[in-house]
């Protein structure tokens, strides 16, 4: 059973569209992110949700919305896609705060390659 | 803010040999720290976890150790084999509003030769 997984793996679009990427955790997870890869392979934080709450919206431009429907799942809509947004972009998921799980270790997906043309 | 730099950013390694990995860190009141591997293209595989509390893990080849005091980790590679080629990525993560929130380095890309 895959512990993170988002939803396509790849992405091709056109400037201009809206598309979103779904993530789904199975671990019973309190926070989930959303971190962009760069082309140089540099990991930044997106966006932190905990319990369904925004903790952290590292100055991604509002075109970024992202949704948390249930604890289990974080999704992430993109509107009007930019060349500059092509990126891969993972969903990951770690125990809370206070969480009687002593291991805090957080997960990755597998990733998904967006190329925006 | 935290900073997390990795040295060396590429390592070209014949087969067989131990290595050395090394993460720093800006601020020292972290919750824990992450070594996670990355092959390309493919998502990051977490290594090992230490909690700020702890000094070192291990996992079988793999042995990374904590000196938060210093702001250092380093993940230690026993008898290196080809297939440990991939980027090895160290994450410091500090509490916020309920979350540990992890922050990475530019990674450290490794090729073992057979």
């Known amino acids: 059973d895959t512990a993170v997984s988002q939803t396509p793996k790849y992405l091709v679009t056109q400037m201009g569209n809206d598309k979103s990427i779904k993530c789904e955790q199975n671990l019973g997870h309190d926070t989930m992110y959303w971190y962009k890869q760069d082309s140089k392979k540099f990991l930044k934080i997106m966006f932190s949700y905990n319990n369904k709450e925004l903790i952290i919206n590292e100055t991604v431009p509002n075109r970024f919305s992202p949704k948390s429907p249930d604890k289990a799942h974080l999704n992430l809509h993109i509107n009007s896609l930019e060349l500059g947004d092509s990126a891969v972009y993972f969903c990951?998921?770690?125990?809370?705060?206070?969480?009687?799980?002593?291991?805090?270790?957080?997960?990755f997906g597998q990733g998904t390659r967006l190329t925006v043309v | 803010k935290q900073e997390v730099t990795q040295i060396p950013a590429a390592l070209s390694v014949p087969e067989g040999e131990n290595l050395v990995l090394n993460c720093s860190f800006t601020?020292?009141?972290?919750?824990?720290l992450q070594w996670f591997r990355q092959d390309p293209g493919k998502g990051l595989t977490s290594l090992l976890l230490?909690?700020?509390?702890?000094r070192e893990q291990t996992s079988g080849r793999l042995n990374a150790s904590l000196d938060k005091s210093s702001g250092r980790s380093t993940l230690y590679i026993a008898a290196s084999q080809p297939g440990d080629s991939a980027t090895y990525l160290c994450?410091?993560?500090?509490?916020?509003?309920?979350?540990?929130?992890?922050?990475f380095g530019r990674g450290t890309s490794l090729i073992v030769h057979p």
């Open positions: 990951a998921s770690s125990p809370g705060w206070g969480t009687a799980i002593m291991n805090t270790e957080a997960f």
């Open positions: 601020d020292s009141a972290i919750y824990n």
């Open positions: 994450a410091v993560s500090r509490a916020s509003g309920g979350s540990y929130i992890p922050t």
């Open positions: 230490i909690q700020s509390s702890q």
